[in-house]
């Protein structure tokens, strides 16, 4: 299995932070963002990374993280030249796929849980992680029918359920036919969660529950809350030596 990290986009809820500079190059805590999704796929025993970024920041992602050799792994670069959604950005992963299986994580998100089982129990089709919060308005939301998940709605105002669907999916290679197949939205973009709604469709969606810390770091709150977790972390392990 590959592991593909998307870091493209404006970071306009994070401006003007993020006026000179991408949003996952911004610092949690004591670390830029992009190290977070990095380890989360390091941890989960995948050394094969894609990073794909926007045109403007493209060369501070490899002066950063060069080729990976400091790190164990192996860093590829691509670039999404306009804002054309996630699913957009994905479909550019499919010749670093190479028909592999992908696990794929947006950059701003930061995970507690490892994800290393589910690599290894990993056969086909789909499978997307959730997490029950309180403002479920803001993300993708799951509607589940016994304990099965039937359907994402994007940022409902009236969510059937408050369970996000966080930014880690797993995919087969046949994720590349469906994004060719897509339509845009109403913002003119590809949505991954008309992805993972044809994987539903066809039966083969896999959803689980996360068990440990997750955010999103796309806001001001969600950024400050995410450093204050890592903080903790980093404090706790500090006591521990």
């Given at each position: 299995m590959k592991g593909v990290i998307?870091?493209?986009g404006k970071g306009t809820r994070l401006f003007p932070l993020t006026k000179t500079t991408n949003k996952h190059l911004l610092p949690i805590y004591n670390k830029q963002m992009i190290f977070y999704p990095i380890n989360t796929l390091k941890k989960a025993g995948i050394k094969d990374i894609l990073i794909v970024s926007g045109r403007h920041h493209a060369g501070h992602f490899l002066e950063l993280l060069g080729r990976g050799e400091e790190?164990?792994?192996?860093?590829?670069?691509?670039?999404?030249?306009?804002?054309g959604g996630i699913a957009q950005a994905l479909a550019l992963a499919e010749d670093f796929a190479d028909n592999d299986n992908i696990m794929v994580i947006l950059g701003d998100n930061i995970y507690e849980d490892n994800f290393k089982e589910h690599v290894e129990s990993f056969k086909g089709g789909?499978?997307?992680?959730?997490?029950k919060?309180?403002?479920?308005?803001?993300?993708?939301?799951?509607?589940?029918?016994?304990g099965k998940i039937i359907?994402?709605?994007e940022k409902p105002r009236f969510p059937k359920s408050d369970y996000a669907v966080t930014g880690l999916y797993f995919y087969d290679p046949e994720v590349f036919k469906i994004i060719k197949t897509l339509k845009p939205s109403q913002r003119n973009e590809l949505e991954i969660g008309d992805v993972d709604n044809r994987y539903i469709l066809n039966g083969k969606m896999d959803a689980r529950f996360l068990n440990g810390f997750w955010t999103d770091a796309g806001t001001f709150e969600s950024l400050h809350q995410a450093s204050r977790f890592i903080r903790k972390k980093h404090m706790e392990k500090k006591r521990m030596i």
């Open positions: 998307l870091a493209g790190l164990g792994l192996n860093f590829s670069y691509t670039i999404q030249e306009e804002e789909a499978r997307v992680f959730l997490k919060v309180p403002d479920p308005q803001r993300f993708g939301v799951a509607e589940l029918k016994d359907n994402i709605e």
